[in-house]
């Protein structure tokens, strides 16, 4: 089985990572849920990060053939289209992210400009569907119940999973967002679990857990199905969900969920420019 290279990058604000894959043979990468730097007490943005992983591709003669997001956000921005900018490649996404664009375009009151039909993006990956990083393949596996929309890219010995699972001593992804359901993200762990034990897994985000000193991010699916705290192989369905939903009934609402969005549905582009020449991001009052 090919083992692609992969180099991470991490974000301590938003406790982010993002990949790039590489195929070894051609150099030919994708870069996953990248990050574009935002503040929300200026509302200033920055490709701070963005350019380390810009200067690494260029560094080490890649070409990038996709810009890949696992879901829409609710916790960074994505800086996609500057990647895109820079360094070309498709932007793509999993096929339901017009689920989302609709709840989310209601809650902003979006105009009939907005398009709910995932067309910001240049493809949109169905279940099961196939596609090449060079001579690497690619399979695309559909995991909703964090997002109805939340896929996983499955390439070579490598699987990336998004907010699905974190490491095994923090457990899974709330369910609480709109679409979301603690069964459906139950089954939806089963089949990355069915993926060969040794099979490595990379994950979007750390938060560490208490006792641990180090930021981590890869694991393998054989440790997760041993010693994840919330869904490993002795934890039922129905326990799972009675924990989720206990457990997301005392979360807040992410910091970034409402900025964040309403850039991410749009495929990382900003809301359009006003007639002042500005643009805005809406934050509606007590609506979520």
């Given at each position: 089985?090919?083992?692609?290279?992969?180099?991470?990058?991490?974000?301590?604000?938003?406790f982010?990572?993002?990949?790039?894959?590489?195929?070894?043979?051609?150099?030919?990468?994708?870069?996953?849920?990248?990050?574009?730097?935002?503040?929300?007490?200026?509302?200033?943005?920055?490709?701070?990060?963005?350019?380390?992983?810009?200067?690494?591709?260029?560094?080490?003669?890649?070409?990038?053939?996709?810009?890949?997001?696992?879901?829409?956000?609710?916790?960074?921005?994505?800086?996609?289209?500057?990647?895109?900018?820079?360094?070309?490649?498709?932007?793509?996404?999993?096929?339901?992210?017009?689920?989302?664009?609709?709840?989310?375009?209601?809650?902003?009151?979006?105009?009939?400009?907005?398009?709910?039909?995932?067309?910001?993006?240049?493809?949109?990956?169905?279940?099961?569907?196939?596609?090449?990083?060079?001579?690497?393949?690619?399979?695309?596996?559909?995991?909703?119940?964090?997002?109805?929309?939340?896929?996983?890219?499955?390439?070579?010995?490598?699987?990336?999973?998004?907010?699905?699972?974190?490491?095994?001593?923090y457990?899974?992804?709330?369910?609480?967002?709109?679409?979301?359901?603690?069964?459906?993200?139950?089954d939806s762990?089963?089949?990355?679990?069915?993926?060969?034990?040794?099979?490595?897994?990379?994950?979007?985000?750390?938060?560490?857990?208490?006792?641990r000193?180090?930021?981590?991010?890869?694991?393998?699916?054989?440790?997760?199905?041993?010693?994840?705290?919330?869904?490993?192989?002795?934890?039922s369905?129905?326990?799972?969900?009675?924990?989720r939903?206990?457990?997301?009934?005392t979360?807040?609402?992410?910091?970034?969920?409402?900025?964040?969005?309403?850039?991410?549905?749009?495929?990382?582009?900003?809301?359009?420019?006003?007639?002042?020449?500005?643009?805005?991001?809406?934050?509606?009052?007590?609506?979520?």
């Amino acid at each position: 089985m090919t083992k692609p290279n992969v180099t991470s990058f991490f974000d301590k604000f938003t406790f982010t990572v993002t990949h790039i894959v590489t195929d070894p043979q051609t150099k030919q990468c994708a870069i996953i849920d990248s990050v574009l730097d935002y503040d929300p007490n200026s509302g200033r943005t920055d490709t701070h990060s963005a350019d380390e992983v810009i200067e690494h591709v260029k560094r080490n003669g890649l070409t990038v053939q996709w810009i890949l997001e696992t879901h829409a956000h609710a916790d960074h921005f994505s800086a996609a289209p500057y990647l895109q900018e820079k360094l070309g490649g498709k932007i793509a996404i999993g096929a339901h992210i017009p689920d989302i664009q609709k709840v989310f375009g209601g809650l902003f009151n979006e105009d009939d400009d907005f398009k709910r039909d995932g067309s910001q993006f240049h493809h949109l990956f169905e279940d099961g569907e196939t596609f090449q990083i060079g001579e690497l393949k690619a399979d695309v596996i559909y995991v909703p119940g964090h997002t109805p929309a939340c896929i996983a890219y499955h390439m070579g010995d490598a699987v990336f999973v998004g907010d699905t699972l974190f490491m095994p001593d923090y457990g899974s992804a709330r369910c609480d967002f709109p679409g979301g359901d603690a069964g459906t993200l139950y089954d939806s762990v089963q089949k990355l679990y069915a993926l060969p034990d040794e099979t490595r897994m990379f994950l979007c985000h750390d938060y560490k857990a208490p006792g641990r000193d180090e930021f981590v991010w890869e694991t393998t699916v054989g440790q997760q199905k041993k010693s994840n705290i919330h869904m490993n192989e002795n934890v039922s369905r129905e326990a799972f969900i009675k924990m989720r939903t206990e457990r997301d009934k005392t979360l807040k609402m992410p910091r970034l969920i409402l900025p964040s969005i309403q850039v991410n549905m749009r495929a990382g582009e900003f809301p359009p420019a006003e007639d002042n020449g500005t643009r805005y991001l809406k934050i509606p009052l007590n609506a979520v």
